[in-house]
């Protein structure tokens, strides 16, 4: 059986980001955009972050352009607009796809585990995972970062 931590991201500088490097943290992946009607959530998801932390909480960025071109810039631009509009301090991947054929491993391994609500169906979709590596819940693009349904279940995961 694998895990999330079996996937590899590469960073949003191009550096490897290995998964198993957040070993024994619980992570929450959100497949962001910069240009969606959602993307006040950096707000919400860099206060999680803040707030979690300390106690094993890492809010991983996975920048997609795959939901009406909402994410169009290279990696450089998107790293620059989260960090000077949002001030988003969480880890951001390069620039991937979500779902389809060409979908990311991790995001294919989320479906296998979680089926449906795993796939993302806009930008800012979020998949809760364990310490274990075990997907544990996905959260649709419209829960808030700070909704007791994602804080009640990072909690408990930590």
């Known amino acids: 059986m694998s895990s999330a931590h079996d996937y590899s991201f590469s960073t949003i500088g191009g550096e490897p980001l290995p998964l198993v490097g957040f070993r024994d943290k619980v992570v929450l992946v959100v497949n962001t955009a910069s240009q969606c009607g959602l993307t006040p959530q950096y707000d919400g998801l860099e206060q999680l972050y803040s707030a979690y ?14 939901f009406a071109g909402q994410e169009p810039g290279t990696e450089a631009e998107i790293k620059d607009f989260c960090e000077t509009r949002f001030g988003v301090d969480f880890p951001l991947t390069a620039k991937v796809e979500v779902k389809g054929e060409g979908a990311h491993p991790f995001y294919r391994w989320a479906e296998a585990e979680l089926g449906e ?42």
């Open 53 to 66: 932390k300390d106690k094993g909480l890492v809010v991983l960025g996975v920048p997609c352009n795959q």
């Open 117 to 158: 609500p795993a796939v993302p169906v806009w930008n800012f979709h979020k998949i809760l995972v364990g310490k274990d590596g075990s997907a544990i819940r996905a959260f649709g693009p419209r829960t808030d970062p700070l909704d007791s349904e994602i804080t009640d279940a990072i909690e408990k995961a930590l």
